[in-house]
């Protein structure tokens, strides 16, 4: 019996192998329990609200291999870990997502400032906007003057659970007042940059690079 099941974990080990990076990043990966649903008198959507609609599916991303990247027009390039980031300063509030296709949703997003991290990297005069990237290629821009002045999140957090991984675990940018295509989920990078023009995957197709909820969708 014991000579049988060495043939047997022999046999099988090559496929043990191929198998345990993928069963490691599956573990790896804060769970989520319960969300709140009322914050300070807000009632609050869930993460059950939000509709897929990536360019290429739900991302699962290593937290132990991240990076979140700070770089183009700084004067402090950085590439921080998840650990790194949790230990920056943060916020919270509530904010509502509304997306082009007709639905949207209130929540309690908590994470970093988007400020705080462009302060790490210090900022040179000529950046004017930051192109956001995400794990699965998708780009959008924002100017920084707005994401200063209206105090953008990068979230890592909803409604007090860990961000899942198809609400953009490990970031989501909680872009306010804007149209949810520029609401980026599974944030990798963020490029300063002087190209005010510049347009992500949506804005190619005709979206409005300015993204205003307010405003047209099409165009500028």
């Given at each position: 019996m014991?000579?049988?099941?060495?043939w047997?974990?022999?046999?099988?080990a090559?496929?043990?192998?191929?198998?345990?990076?993928?069963?490691?990043?599956?573990?790896?990966v804060p769970?989520p329990?319960?969300?709140?649903?009322?914050?300070?008198?807000n009632?609050l959507?869930?993460?059950k609200?939000f509709?897929?609609?990536s360019i290429?599916g739900?991302?699962?991303?290593d937290?132990?291999?991240y990076?979140?990247?700070?770089d183009?027009?700084?004067?402090?390039?950085?590439?921080l870990?998840?650990e790194?980031?949790?230990?920056l300063p943060?916020?919270?509030?509530?904010?509502?997502?509304?997306?082009?296709?007709g639905w949207s949703?209130?929540a309690?997003?908590?994470?970093?400032l988007?400020?705080?991290?462009l302060?790490?990297?210090?900022a040179?005069?000529?950046?004017?906007?930051a192109?956001?990237h995400a794990?699965?290629?998708?780009t959008?821009?924002?100017?920084?003057d707005y994401?200063?002045s209206?105090k953008?999140?990068?979230?890592?957090?909803?409604?007090?659970?860990?961000l899942p991984?198809?609400?953009?675990?490990?970031f989501q940018?909680?872009?306010?007042?804007k149209?949810g295509?520029k609401w980026i989920?599974?944030?990798?990078?963020?490029?300063?940059s002087?190209?005010?023009?510049y347009?992500?995957t949506?804005?190619r197709?005709?979206?409005s690079n300015?993204?205003?909820a307010?405003?047209?969708?099409?165009g500028?």
């Open positions: 014991k000579k049988n099941c060495f047997l974990f022999a046999a099988l090559p496929l043990m192998t191929i198998l345990a990076p993928a069963a490691v990043i599956e573990a790896a769970l329990t319960a969300e709140v649903r009322e914050y300070q008198g009632p959507g869930s993460v609200d509709r897929e609609n290429r739900i991302q699962k991303v937290p132990a291999t990076r979140l990247v700070v183009g027009l700084v004067e402090n390039p950085r590439s870990t998840l790194a980031a949790s230990r943060r916020s919270k509030k509530v904010v509502r997502i509304d997306c082009v296709e949703v209130t309690l997003w908590e994470g970093i988007v400020q705080d991290l302060n790490l990297a210090k040179k005069p000529a950046a004017k906007v192109i956001f794990a699965d290629g998708y959008t821009s924002l100017p920084l994401l200063k209206k953008i999140l990068l979230a890592d957090r909803i409604n007090g659970i860990v991984p198809a609400n953009g675990y490990p940018l909680a872009a306010e007042a149209w295509y989920r599974w944030v990798t990078r963020i490029e300063l002087s190209d005010i023009a347009k992500g949506w804005e197709q005709g979206f300015k993204g205003d307010d405003g047209p969708m099409f500028d």
